[in-house]
């Protein structure tokens, strides 16, 4: 699969509160470089190089079939390009958690230390009940049950901007129950497991690049019994007063909702969505480096306190 820039450069595309400067795709494929050591295969990286420019031209709807269009408007792609973006992002056997971790490393965002973590829900609303994990649920930003998916999200909120770490899917017990046994979902996720620890385990897990720092959430986290006593326990402390970090994290959530289709992807599987999440995070990536501001990815603000 070669690739071509396109003959002259896209305009910024307010509507999807998207902004790229002059000369982009000599940056873009710069940044997509970085990320070929993610990945096993060279098909994997290619795709996924593909996938991020999709993710990145203006389009109603992020799914995959807009994705493979987008994309091959302005790159030369393979043929059936949809057909192979859904098996990229649905069922090939590449790691979400290491894109994950590729794109915190690229985004350097421990540099910041005057951020904290936050905790918070992220409800993906979906038709039918074919979709791992979904049913009725209550949906903390919309205020009541609806049908859908519920992911537990980390995020760092902080001077230096707003960056997404990394993210989980929730799978209710009764879910579980019924379905958990007959799908493709990793043998450590079929236990039933509350929302809180699933964050434990997400904090756990970033523990391994250092140290934890202040951290905060919806009131669904800091409110669980063991949450407070599992975070001591990996070296974190509760701010608990951090509303504003809260609410700004939320915000930055239904922009990646709006301008890069956080929750547009309409597969099915565990890995589905969990690779288009961390797609959706390595797109932001591509964005903070491109602007940066208090309008703009990073949403970066010399005065913003996660007090």
């Known amino acids: 699969m070669a690739h071509q820039d396109e003959e002259r450069e896209r305009p910024n595309d307010p509507a999807s509160g998207l902004t790229l400067r002059d000369g982009w795709q000599t940056r873009f494929e710069e940044y997509a470089a970085r990320f070929r050591v993610t990945f096993q295969r060279a098909d ?3 795709r996924f190089r593909v996938y991020l420019r999709g993710l990145l031209e203006p389009s109603d709807r992020k799914n ?4 493979a269009a987008a994309a091959g408007r302005v790159i030369t792609t393979e043929a059936n390009l949809a057909q192979a973006l859904q098996h990229f992002v649905s069922h090939s056997p590449w790691d979400a958690s290491r894109l994950f971790a590729a794109v915190r490393r690229t985004l350097a965002v421990r540099a910041d230390s005057g951020a904290v973590w936050v905790i918070h829900d992220g409800a993906f609303a979906k038709k039918g009940r074919h979709s791992v994990g979904v049913q009725p649920q209550f949906a903390r930003a ?9 992911g ?3 995020t760092q909120v902080g001077p230096a901007g707003y960056f997404p770490l990394t993210a989980r899917l929730y799978l209710p017990a009764a879910w579980l129950r019924e379905h958990g046994a007959g799908t493709a979902v990793p043998v450590d996720a079929r236990q039933p497991a509350s929302k809180a620890e699933i964050a434990l385990r997400l904090l756990d897990e970033l523990r391994g690049e250092g140290e934890v720092p202040a951290v905060t959430g919806e009131p669904g986290y800091l409110e669980d019994p063991g949450f407070q006593e599992g975070l001591q326990a990996l070296g974190g402390s509760v701010r608990s007063e951090s ?3 809260v609410a700004g994290a939320v915000l930055r959530f239904d922009w990646l909702r ?3 289709g956080l929750d547009h992807f309409e597969g099915r599987t565990w890995h589905g969505w969990h690779h288009h999440v961390g797609l959706v995070f390595a797109a932001y990536g591509f964005l903070c480096s491109e602007a940066g501001g208090e309008e703009a990815p990073p949403f970066r603000s010399p005065h913003l306190s996660p007090l």
Do not use: P, Y
Not at 64 to 67: N, R, T, Y
Not at 142 to 150: R, Y
């Open 142 to 150: 919309l205020g009541k049950k609806i049908n859908c998916q519920v």
């Open 44 to 46: 994997q990286f290619l």
């Open 64 to 67: 995959v079939e807009s994705i």
């Open 258 to 260: 709006n301008a890069l």
């Open 243 to 245: 509303a504003g970090a």
């Open 152 to 154: 537990v999200f980390v």
